[in-house]
């Protein structure tokens, strides 16, 4: 069950990174203790809607693989991608 993780204490992220939850992330702010991959979870990140603020935002948690012998795939925005540059 790797690269699950949980968010016990929602409200703590507005007051710890003054940051506010826009509408769409009221869902997430509850305890939950089993995140993985492919859901939903809060985010801390500048937020146009609030002229530049630190805003909570929903984005998608996970990892995408991308090959070398494949083209790349159009991600939606929100997406993270990490790569690790030392393999062949």
Known sequence: MCGRFGLS???FSETRFHAQPLPEVQP???RRFNIAPT???LT???SKRLGGARALKAMRWG???RR???RPVVRP???IEV???GSP
Do not use: R
């Open 9 to 11: 204490a929602p409200e």
């Open 28 to 30: 997430l702010l509850i």
């Open 39 to 41: 859901q939903d979870i």
């Open 44 to 46: 801390v990140a500048l």
């Open 63 to 65: 990892l995408t693989i």
């Open 68 to 70: 070398t012998d494949e």
């Open 77 to 79: 925005s929100g997406t």
């Open 83 to 85: 790569e690790d540059e």
